[in-house]
């Protein structure tokens, strides 16, 4: 018996086979969990739409998390082919270039500011309460991914580090609320992966040459990495866990002083 045999999985962030989203729907996929996807606008439903051919899934919907309308309708559609679901795994994150570059007071506008902690945590909470219903009863698991920029500095991250820290504390909040229905609220801190949200990061490149050489493993994570430690939290498994943020980074979370 594989891990997710019976259970039903929303992934909401997959943008190419590049995406750690990606990884853990493959990894779930492989565990016998049944998969839907949503896509953020038109011009990335031809893609996600194959890619859920790949996981023999035939359901995706579109979701721009900016929208609550759609955010409704997203479990309005979903509620046609499943009476309900257990997994819900959310994979959204996005600030402006520019902010994501430099000084960080120099390049922060309110816009800005506001934006990336709306599509990077609040969107988080939206999805949970209005999936909540379709998971009620079911000991589901949501999973989100975060950053270790959320509790370091770090160059160039900028406005998306205090995102993710607003993403962290949406994770214990949403744990603490949603835990008596028997709903577990997990994150995933991956480390660095070459992704297309991380191509707005500047100097990307340099980030993951430095976790290569400084972190524990002497390496990057790959997102089947990532993806089977998503699995694993969302699986009965782990049932006794919620309100975690789990590393997957090759252990570079855990160094302090490098290069002696």
């Given at each position: 018996?594989?891990?997710?045999?019976?259970?039903?999985?929303?992934?909401?962030?997959?943008?190419?086979k590049?995406?750690?989203?990606?990884?853990?729907?493959?990894?779930?996929?492989?565990?016998?969990?049944?998969?839907a996807?949503?896509?953020?606008?038109?011009?990335?439903?031809?893609?996600?739409e194959?890619?859920?051919?790949?996981?023999?899934?035939?359901?995706?919907v579109?979701?721009?998390?900016?929208?609550?309308?759609?955010?409704?309708?997203?479990?309005?559609?979903?509620?046609?082919?499943w009476?309900?679901?257990?997994?819900?795994i959310?994979s959204?994150?996005?600030?402006?270039?520019e902010e994501?570059?430099?000084?960080?007071?120099?390049?922060?506008?309110?816009?800005?500011?506001?934006?990336?902690?709306?599509?990077s945590?609040?969107?988080?909470?939206?999805?949970?309460?209005?999936?909540r219903?379709?998971?009620?009863?079911?000991?589901?698991?949501?999973?989100?991914?975060?950053y270790?920029?959320?509790?370091?500095?770090?160059?160039?991250?900028?406005?998306m580090?205090?995102?993710?820290?607003?993403?962290?504390?949406?994770?214990?909040?949403?744990?603490?609320?949603l835990?008596?229905?028997?709903?577990r609220v997990n994150g995933?801190?991956?480390?660095p992966?070459?992704?297309?949200?991380?191509?707005?990061?500047g100097?990307?490149?340099?980030m993951?040459?430095?976790?290569?050489?400084?972190?524990?493993?002497?390496?990057?994570?790959?997102?089947?990495?990532?993806?089977n430690?998503?699995?694993?939290?969302?699986?009965?498994m782990a049932?006794?866990?919620?309100?975690?943020?789990?590393?997957?980074?090759?252990?570079?979370?855990?160094v302090?002083?490098?290069?002696?």
């Amino acid at each position: 018996m594989s891990l997710l045999d019976g259970k039903r999985a929303l992934i909401v962030g997959v943008a190419s086979k590049r995406s750690i989203a990606w990884g853990i729907a493959q990894a779930m996929r492989r565990e016998g969990a049944e998969l839907a996807f949503t896509y953020q606008n038109e011009r990335m439903k031809p893609r996600v739409e194959k890619l859920a051919g790949q996981c023999d899934c035939d359901i995706v919907v579109p979701c721009d998390v900016q929208d609550d309308e759609q955010i409704e309708a997203v479990f309005e559609h979903l509620d046609n082919y499943w009476d309900h679901f257990d997994i819900l795994i959310h994979s959204v994150a996005f600030a402006h270039k520019e902010e994501l570059e430099g000084d960080f007071l120099d390049n922060m506008t309110r816009e800005g500011f506001l934006m990336a902690h709306d599509i990077s945590s609040y969107s988080f909470a939206a999805l949970a309460k209005a999936g909540r219903q379709m998971m009620h009863g079911r000991n589901g698991a949501i999973l989100t991914l975060t950053y270790m920029g959320s509790i370091r500095a770090m160059p160039n991250y900028n406005v998306m580090g205090l995102a993710k820290a607003s993403l962290e504390a949406n994770v214990r909040y949403l744990a603490y609320t949603l835990g008596p229905e028997g709903i577990r609220v997990n994150g995933i801190s991956a480390g660095p992966i070459r992704t297309l949200a991380a191509a707005g990061i500047g100097n990307f490149r340099k980030m993951l040459d430095h976790v290569e050489e400084n972190a524990p493993l002497r390496k990057n994570v790959s997102i089947e990495e990532v993806g089977n430690v998503g699995a694993f939290l969302c699986s009965d498994m782990a049932a006794g866990v919620t309100g975690e943020i789990t590393y997957v980074d090759a252990g570079f979370n855990i160094v302090g002083m490098t290069g002696y």
